[in-house]
């Protein structure tokens, strides 16, 4: 007879199973879309249809505080960012900088643009975030308290989904950060007494003259044409181009399949 112990490890190692699967099952999803999404050179656009595109940034306005976050890039129309702080004595590989770093602990991120879009077949197409911010409940940076001892903790992976972790956002050509001491104009504090220096916000931008992969759905908004997301097509941007994109969605869903398998095994060896 299994013994309640086992019963309660194996319930909670299924739990975390489930989730695992699911998270699984939403990379490969956005692996399929983006398999099938052919770019092309002269793209038909129609309100209310799919296109992808591969195409070169335009900016028309900058987004928020870009000359903070980016001092050394040029006009930067859109960036997803996230807010956190050092964990002590703890070092990761920042694949976006290309080195070893104190890693962040994130409690916060979202995506701030301005106007924007690619310039592809001699079309512009703006780009609309819109339905990232709906899909992962962002907050906007203007909105970001800092030092809420309730709200900037640190929660496992697993209960967490940060728009910058993004299965449809691949962005890593142009990074930034700035310590929140020098964002005390665009942040809110919880006290005045914060050390807004332990804190950070790390940005990952759209810069113009990027060269940028976009799928999403054509909107025409005053006869502009806008790339948006919906349920049917997400909205997905990539600095990687295609393949880069397809290559960081295999690499997640091989972390997620490994960790899947061990569970799997933990769960076997507890209960059987």
């Known amino acids: 007879m299994v013994g309640l112990d086992r019963l309660i490890i194996g319930g909670l190692l299924a739990?975390?199973?489930?989730?695992?699967?699911?998270?699984?099952?939403?990379?490969?999803?956005?692996?399929?879309?983006?398999?099938?999404?052919?770019?092309?050179?002269?793209?038909?656009?129609?309100?209310?249809?799919?296109?992808?595109?591969?195409?070169?940034?335009?900016?028309?306005?900058?987004?928020?505080?870009?000359?903070?976050?980016?001092?050394d890039a040029p006009d930067v129309g859109g960036y997803?960012?996230?807010?956190?702080?050092?964990?002590?004595?703890?070092?990761?590989?920042?694949?976006?900088?290309?080195e070893f770093r104190q890693r962040r602990t994130p409690f916060a991120s979202g995506v701030e643009s301005g106007q924007l879009g690619v310039e592809s077949g001699g079309q512009r197409l703006y780009l609309d975030f819109d339905w990232l911010r709906d899909q992962y409940d962002c907050p906007a940076l203007t909105d970001l308290e800092v030092g809420n001892p309730r709200k900037n903790v640190s929660l496992p992976a697993l209960v967490t989904r940060y728009l910058i972790d993004s299965e449809f956002v691949c962005l890593h050509s142009t990074v930034g950060e700035v310590a929140v001491d020098k964002l005390t104009d665009v942040v809110e504090l919880y006290r005045d007494d914060v050390h807004t220096d332990e804190f950070f916000v790390?940005?990952?931008?759209?810069?113009?003259?990027?060269?940028?992969?976009?799928?999403?759905?054509?909107?025409?908004?005053?006869?502009?044409?806008?790339?948006?997301?919906?349920?049917?097509?997400?909205?997905?941007?990539?600095?990687?181009?295609?393949?880069?994109?397809?290559?960081?969605?295999?690499?997640?869903?091989?972390?997620?399949?490994?960790?899947?398998?061990?569970?799997?095994?933990?769960?076997?060896?507890?209960?059987?």
């Open 15 to 71: 739990v975390v199973g489930l989730v695992l699967l699911y998270r699984l099952a939403g990379v490969v999803s956005a692996f399929a879309t983006v398999w099938a999404a052919s770019p092309s050179e002269n793209p038909t656009v129609a309100d209310g249809e799919p296109i992808t595109v591969d195409g070169r940034v335009f900016v028309e306005e900058s987004a928020t505080v870009t000359d903070r976050l980016f001092p």
């Open 80 to 98: 997803v960012w996230q807010a956190g702080f050092p964990s002590a004595g703890t070092y990761t590989y920042d694949s976006a900088r290309g």
């Open 202 to 272: 790390d940005a990952r931008g759209i810069p113009a003259g990027q060269e940028l992969f976009v799928h999403g759905n054509v909107k025409l908004r005053n006869g502009r044409p806008a790339v948006v997301g919906t349920d049917d097509t997400p909205l997905v941007v990539s600095d990687r181009g295609k393949r880069g994109l397809c290559r960081m969605l295999l690499w997640k869903a091989a972390k997620y399949g490994l960790v899947l398998a061990v569970v799997g095994l933990l769960g076997a060896v507890f209960v059987l």
